[in-house]
């Protein structure tokens, strides 16, 4: 069964892996997302696996949702998902202490994605911004923006707890 179990969800990444790709290889291509596969996140992963993996989330709570009748823009998920931690690039030098990097970094995210998406909504800027709720005042206000705050939530402690190394990179840009 367990067998069973892991070919299921091997499938199912491979899946969202075609779509992060589809959706997001601008991004993941981009030199800020280079930099962001190589800095340290969650004491397990980087940055960029981290979004990489928040984008896998996303994309599953996506479609369970869609199951429902509840149309979510997949697109957006995945790129919201792979900007929403840029901002942090550079941490050490950039922000003072966790608590500064937590209050600060999704207003820098968000500057670094209007860089890298050109034509960004207003309600995926709002998404970036809000992802670090409730440890930050500003509420998710989408469908999307809800995805993002879950699946960033469940993918830090997947990094923070999980014992096998988080690395996903070979998986998608293999």
Known sequence: ????????????????????????????KSSEFEIALS?????????????????????????????????????KVVRISLLHDLGMLGRDDRYRNNHECRQLHPKNSAITARKLWNDIDPKSIQAITSHMWPLSSSAPRSKEAVILCV??????????FNPKNRKVLSSILG
């Open 1 to 28: 069964m367990r067998n069973k179990e892991m070919r299921r969800k091997e499938r199912r990444n491979q899946r969202n892996d075609i779509l992060i790709r589809k959706y997001g290889n601008d991004i993941l």
């Open 39 to 75: 800095q340290k996140h969650h004491h397990r992963s980087s940055v960029g696996d981290h979004s990489i993996l928040t984008a896998r989330a996303g994309l599953t709570m996506c479609k369970m949702i869609n199951k429902t009748g509840i149309r979510i823009d997949e697109r």
């Open 151 to 160: 699946a960033d939530k469940v993918t830090a402690l997947g990094d923070c």
